[in-house]
């Protein structure tokens, strides 16, 4: 016979069963794409040279690179993604530091280059 409180545990189950296949659905991908970029600007920013001027950014964007990777691989898809768009954003911030650092650099040695044409067209104007 059917009853109310067998209408009710069947009713509880389907809401349990609906509820599961829509949390399951809403599972994000994986951030194969996000991981991908973050590696790509790691390697950029290593060409830039933010080993040398920028490591502890650098190096922050690569631990968390690793994070990724491995939430990834626990199927943490959210906090992979949050990981690697931290990770992506300080490699390029890295990259972008590294490569002020060297026009800096290059900017002060033209300094130093026009200082000299300057003392040496000083002396050669007073030894006329």
Do not use: H, W
Not at 19 to 39: I, M, N, R, V, Y
């Amino acid at each position: 016979m059917f009853t109310a409180n067998t209408f009710l545990r069947s009713g509880a189950s389907a809401a349990l069963i609906s509820l599961l296949l829509f949390l399951t659905g809403c599972a994000s991908a994986p951030p194969k794409e996000a991981l991908s970029k973050a590696d790509v600007a790691i390697q950029n920013a290593e060409r830039a040279g933010a080993s040398q001027y920028e490591p502890q950014l650098l190096s922050s964007a690569r631990t968390k690179l690793d994070r990724a990777k491995k939430n990834m691989a626990d199927e943490e898809n959210d906090e992979a993604r949050r990981m690697a768009e931290q990770a992506l954003a300080e490699a390029t911030l890295a990259n972008a530091k590294a490569e002020a650092a060297k026009q800096a650099e290059q900017a002060n040695e033209m300094k130093k280059a026009i200082d000299a044409l300057k003392q040496e067209t000083s002396r050669a104007s007073e030894a006329q």
